[in-house]
């Protein structure tokens, strides 16, 4: 950082900016380009095997945020974009390569894709800007070739915002997701004191469900159960998350503890007409899951702690009692 602000003043001490050795100065921004982009790229890797896998989700959104939003700004030259998607993608990609597992080699196609990708979008905007500076296209036919692009832009940062915000394996939002939506409710229902209800639920014994069945069963059910959660959603401010494992959450805005409750029992029911076996269960011969439903009036001085500390202490209530059942705490 300290060598490109050097770099920075001596360019900005230029006496003529007009007349200068543009190759000389190209080929500084360049190696400061891949000096930046190496520093992220290999600080990214040498991080992943110490952080959760959480932060580690955000970590990928943030360097393929970072590509994208740097078409904008490094589109004008295709070698120092490639240079710098290369040097901040590449490392991580390799780092996925290396950990040998379905999870991982999915992310590591995805670096991949968005580095064709990125390299199409900037290869085709710098083809604008040097048919601009050279041919002098009709600014009508660049204006609608630079909107088409900047929708390219954006579909590709409504992606990168899926990937960040969604749960891998389920397709249901994620721990963070969650947390974000259930802070901005909060802020919501406190003007009015509505009242916010949370169901918290965990299959039981789903390790020894996978351990018998193995891992693909294991999966395949994690996202039958986030089928049957996505079918009670009703209202756009209601979210299916998955928080980890076997365990989800159900935030329902502005519904009675009692409204609440009977979406649970839906869900319970739905699970136990499926019949799907668990020979290694201690609670019964089938899957089963226990439940844990938290409602709580919003108040000025309230907290959304105070309403995840009911849905835990509600859902260890239902394991430490038998499992496969509910358990309701109402604040």
């Known amino acids: 950082m ?3 602000w050097w770099l920075l003043q001596k360019f900005l ?4 900016k007009v007349y200068f050795p543009y190759r000389q100065w190209h080929d500084r921004f360049l190696i400061g380009v891949i000096a930046s982009g190496l520093m992220l790229g290999c600080g990214a890797a040498l991080l992943m095997d110490y952080i959760s896998s959480n932060v580690q989700i955000i970590l990928h959104a943030m360097l393929l945020t970072m590509c994208a939003g740097a078409i904008a700004y490094l589109s004008t030259s295709l070698r120092v974009y490639i240079a710098y998607m290369v040097t901040i993608m590449l490392p991580v990609t390799i780092w996925l390569f290396l950990q040998m597992n379905s999870g991982a080699f999915v992310l590591s196609f995805l670096y991949l894709f968005f580095m064709i990708a990125g390299y199409v979008s900037v290869k085709r905007m710098n083809e604008l800007v040097n048919d601009a500076l050279y041919y002098r296209y009709d600014n009508e036919t660049l204006i609608e070739d630079l909107q088409r692009l ?7 940062n409504k992606a990168l915002e899926k990937v960040s915000t969604s749960d891998e394996l389920t397709g249901v939002s994620n721990y963070r997701a969650f947390r974000v939506h259930l802070e901005d409710v909060w802020r919501q229902y406190q003007g009015n004191n509505g009242q916010v209800s949370l169901i918290k639920l965990n299959i039981d014994h789903y390790h020894e469900f996978n351990e018998h069945y193995g891992q693909e069963a294991g999966d395949l059910h994690l996202r039958q159960v986030a089928g049957m959660l ?7 401010d209601q979210m299916v998350a998955r928080l980890q494992g ?14 609440a409750r009977q979406i649970a ?4 029911q739905a699970l136990a007409q499926q019949k799907i ?3 290694k269960s201690a609670t019964r011969p089938f899957l089963t899951m226990s ?18 500390v009911r849905a835990d202490t509600a859902l260890k209530l239902a394991r430490e009692r038998g499992r496969d059942r509910l358990e309701t705490l109402e604040g």
């Open 2 to 4: 300290l060598a490109r």
């Open 13 to 16: 001490g230029l006496r003529n």
């Open 150 to 156: 900047l929708e390219s832009v954006s579909r590709t």
């Open 230 to 236: 996505g079918n009670q959603i009703s209202h756009q």
């Open 246 to 259: 076997a365990e989800f959450a159900v935030l329902l805005p502005g519904m009675s503890c009692e409204n």
């Open 265 to 268: 029992l839906d869900i319970m």
């Open 277 to 279: 076996e668990h020979l």
């Open 291 to 308: 439940i844990g439903l938290g409602s709580q009036t919003v108040s000025p001085d309230s907290s959304s702690r105070e309403l995840l």
